[in-house]
């Protein structure tokens, strides 16, 4: 085989376990005139143990794969004959498959049935639509070297039982894989659009019990159905209505398609939604469970309940009625007071509600509804607002210090003056946010998205900002001094005035910034991005420069005094009346 396969240009690095079949083998591989790694999977028609249907299913995954271009799904390379066999050459991706035990938080398990939901759709489009007919944890890749773990991208590969069109009959016989194929298939040889679904809610199901894929069928009652109460007690009612609907028997039960299942899923929590949650004991290993999340949304619930329409008859219709009679109460009269802590600790919800001048550092609300609440001057220091929903929400003169607001959705709120010392707004979304004369010195800002927020006057100093998005951020007159803008994105932003002093800024994206005026003495930019940035009448005084790219930037007037301009790239930039680094004046 090694011989055969190098005179295509192909070398065999090593044989994997990922899937192996009678008569199939697969190896990673390189090709090497694009020095590029490969899957080789080899049926061998020779061997004594292969059969003709996995030469068929060769043939099928093929056909199917040279229509495909998506960016998760293994992208089809060459298909070559040996004297042995045949090869499928497809794109070697790095990762996991689900197969391989590993625990994987809630956020990360939602995340990965949105990723093969999102392929489904792009497959489903096609015409006449592809069916994967296969899904199962063995045929999903969890990709190991994103960045993102807490997030991870999945990948859908073998479509060796794929088939394109819906079919009342599979030809080929019965194929893929017994306790994740859906009754029609199974039973009746046939597959419906939505069969795929049946399939993820499965793996799935295994997923959040820690159940191995070769064991799923002790999971499956004697009417074929997967009792999801009784084995997750923990997941949210939603999510619990979600999974049922995607593994119903009856095809014309489930979702119509994988675009519904998609809307139906994103806004609803896994976990969650029960009072006494976290004096559950924890019963799915390996599955770590993070804190629990709360009540999904009024928004997501109206979502959800126009979706599960199999569910519309069940006792559970009460607690939509209940929630869209507080939905329609909040929208005639704003709760405030007293009323409004006992509706927010009850139920982790209160849109528009007032708590203007109340004290809740006691209470845990992570994961809150409260678009459009009122906490102007409000004492919420060391509050858990971890994933709060505070969308246009009033902070303003609030008292939040060491307050946890964690991926806190705070778009265009109002925290003018609003105390923030201390305060981890990690991962948080704070576009468009008003920040004027805010205190966030020593606050924890990495990874923020501070798109377009007014940070004005702002007291930052401390602050660690390293690779916080601030592009087009105002942040005149702001106070940055000891503040960690590592690979910070400041494209745009008006740092006019503002002070800069003992700030690390390496590998900062300035391109295009307003920094006239701005002091920034002692600043580390070490190949920072100022292409283009105004510098006019700036204070650069011992400012490490080196490497950095100040091609065209406007540099009128500036102050560089001692500053480290080592392999910096001045190209067109304007150094008109500037001080230069060994104090002389630039004519």
């Known amino acids: 085989m090694k011989e055969d396969i190098f005179s295509y240009g192909y070398q065999i690095i090593r044989k994997m376990e990922r899937r192996q079949q009678e008569g199939e083998v697969v190896y990673q591989g390189l090709a090497l005139t694009q020095d590029q790694k490969v899957v080789i999977k080899e049926f061998c028609f020779a061997d004594n143990d292969a059969n003709w249907a996995g030469f068929e299913a060769y043939e099928r995954e093929v056909e199917i794969l040279r229509q495909l271009q998506h960016p998760r799904i293994p992208r089809y390379i060459d298909a070559l004959e040996t004297p042995k066999g045949f090869c499928l050459i497809t794109e070697y991706q790095d990762g996991q498959s689900l197969a391989e035990r590993r625990s994987f938080t809630p956020e990360q398990i939602k995340q990965i049935a949105v990723s093969i939901l999102e392929i489904l759709v792009y497959l489903q489009k096609h015409t006449p639509p592809i069916i994967h007919g296969n899904i199962k944890p063995e045929n999903i890749l969890v990709d190991t070297c994103s960045h993102n773990d807490r997030f991870p991208a999945a990948y859908l590969i073998n479509f060796g039982s794929a088939r394109t069109g819906i079919e009342n009959s599979l030809s080929e016989g019965l194929s893929g894989t017994p306790g994740f194929m859906p009754p029609e298939q199974e039973l009746n040889n046939t597959v419906a659009i939505n069969s795929d679904l049946y399939s993820l809610g499965v793996t799935l199901i295994c997923l959040l019990t820690g159940t191995r894929s070769t064991d799923v069928r002790k999971l499956i009652d004697r009417d074929y159905r997967f009792q999801v109460k009784k084995l997750m007690p923990q997941l949210s009612t939603l999510f619990t209505m ?30 969650g939604d029960a009072a006494n949650f976290k004096n559950v004991a924890m019963a799915i290993n390996p599955v770590k469970i ?12 109206a979502l959800l309940a126009s979706s599960l329409t199999f569910f519309r008859q069940q006792p559970k219709q009460t607690h939509f009625q209940r929630k869209e009679k507080l939905k329609q109460e909040i929208a005639i009269k704003a709760i405030s007071g007293q009323s409004a802590i006992e509706q927010l600790q009850a139920t982790g919800e209160c849109p528009g509600c007032s708590f203007r001048g109340a004290n809740l550092p006691a209470i845990k609300v992570e994961d809150a509804y409260l678009r459009d609440a009122n906490f102007s001057k409000a004492n919420l220091r060391g509050i858990d607002f971890r994933e709060a929903r505070l969308q246009n929400a009033n902070l303003r003169d609030a008292q939040l210090q060491g307050a946890n607001l964690i991926k806190a959705k705070l778009q265009q709120a109002n925290l003018y003056r609003a105390h923030l010392e201390g305060a981890n707004l990690m991962s948080s979304d704070l576009q468009n946010t008003r920040f004027e004369e805010a205190f966030l010195s020593g606050a924890n800002l990495i990874k923020a998205v501070l798109e377009n927020a007014n940070l004005r006057s702002a007291d930052l100093s401390g602050a660690n900002l390293s690779t916080a998005n601030l592009r087009g951020a105002n942040l005149k007159d702001a106070n940055l001094k000891d503040a960690n803008l590592t690979r910070v994105n400041l494209k745009g932003a008006n740092l006019n005035g503002a002070s800069l002093t003992e700030t690390i800024m390496n590998r900062a994206s300035l391109r295009g910034a307003e920094l006239q005026d701005a002091t920034l003495k002692d600043v580390s930019l070490r190949r920072a991005d100022l292409v283009g940035a105004n510098l006019s009448g700036a204070r650069l005084l011992s400012t490490d420069l080196q490497g950095a790219n100040l091609k065209g930037a406007n540099l009128k007037d500036a102050n560089l005094r001692g500053a480290n301009l080592e392999d910096a790239n001045l190209q067109g930039a304007n150094l008109s009346g500037a001080i230069m680094p060994d104090g002389a004046l630039n004519d």
């Not at 995607?246 to 119509?256: G, L, V, Y």
């Not at 629990?292 to 928004?299: D, E, K, Q, T, Y």
């Open 242 to 271: 979600w999974l049922e609907k995607m593994i119903s028997p009856n095809a014309k039960d489930r979702f119509e398609d994988a675009a519904a299942a998609l809307a139906a899923l994103k806004p609803i929590p896994v976990f």
């Open 290 to 301: 993070s804190p629990a999340v709360g009540l999904a949304s009024i928004g997501a619930i």
